[in-house]
Nanobody, 121 residues
């Protein structure tokens, strides 16, 4: 089994910062891409940022310059540092990881349970 457990969400005022963490555990051989998605009420889940195993990153335009994604491969953990938060960033944030459980097996996408981020204006 593989589990992704997020932490770090909460309530913050506009202009403030939060740092999300997501640790993958269980039977893991390797992890390729790790990322963060978010889903606001009544809207679809959309990509926020992702990082591949080599360190290359990709961000949605609305968070560029404010959010930073990073990962600790030794800990199978991905982080999302969120600065200058805006009310529009309010959503449930989900982490995801493409995980290979055994050598030679394909990668499958796993998801965390989500963590609420609320930004008050």
């Amino acid at each position: 089994q593989v589990q992704l457990v997020e932490s770090g969400g909460g309530l913050v005022q506009a202009g403030g910062s939060l740092r999300l963490s997501c640790a993958a555990s269980g039977s893991i051989f390797s992890i390729k891409t790790m990322g963060w998605y978010r889903q606001a009420p009544g809207k679809q889940r959309t990509l926020v940022a992702r990082i591949i195993s080599g360190g290359s990153t990709d961000y949605v335009d609305t968070v560029k310059g404010r959010f930073t994604i990073s990962r600790d491969n030794a800990k199978n953990t991905v982080y999302l540092q969120m600065n200058s938060l805006e009310a529009e960033d309010t959503a449930v944030y989900y982490c995801t990881a493409a995980i290979n459980r055994y050598n030679g097996q394909p990668y499958y996408d796993y998801w965390g349970q989500g963590t609420q981020v609320t930004v008050s204006s």
